[in-house]
Nanobody, 126 residues
Framework: QVHLVESGGGLVQPGDSLRLSCSAL????????IGWFRQAPGKEREGVSC????????TYADSVKGRFTISRDVAKNTVYLQMNSLKPEDAALYSC???????????????????WGSGTEVTVSS
């Protein structure tokens, strides 16, 4: 079985940082494009950031450019989302997804995700 497991969410204040992790069980993340998505209550799910298979450019939603950084650690079979300068509007359930044949859109979405993790909650509040 293949699984994605997210971790690292929590309650932080505006301006703080968090690092989310997306760990793969049962397969190698290095062979997949990986995307981070988020969904706030009452809102549609949106793509946040994406890292393509192999060599390629990571992409970000305009709302997080300059504040969030996605990275892949092949040895740890984990993809990270470093989130800095967090804002209340960043609060959401963050999920990662993997796609074996999919690519990344220019605005940070993983296209045609194959499977998902269950998510980790991020709350930004003073």
């Amino acid at each position: 079985q293949v699984h994605l497991v997210e971790s690292g969410g929590g309650l932080v204040q505006p301006g703080d940082s968090l690092r989310l992790s997306c760990s793969a069980l049962g397969f190698s993340l290095g062979n997949y494009a990986i995307g981070w998505f988020r969904q706030a209550p009452g809102k549609e799910r949106e793509g946040v950031s994406c890292v393509p298979r192999g060599v390629g450019r990571t992409t970000y939603a305009d709302s997080v450019k300059g504040r969030f950084t996605i990275s892949r650690d092949v040895a740890k079979n984990t993809v990270y989302l470093q989130m800095n300068s967090l804002k209340p509007e960043d609060a959401a359930l963050y999920s990662c997804a993997a796609g074996p044949t999919s690519a990344c859109s220019a605005d940070g979405r993983l296209l045609l995700p194959g499977f998902w993790g269950s998510g980790t909650e991020v709350t930004v509040s003073s």
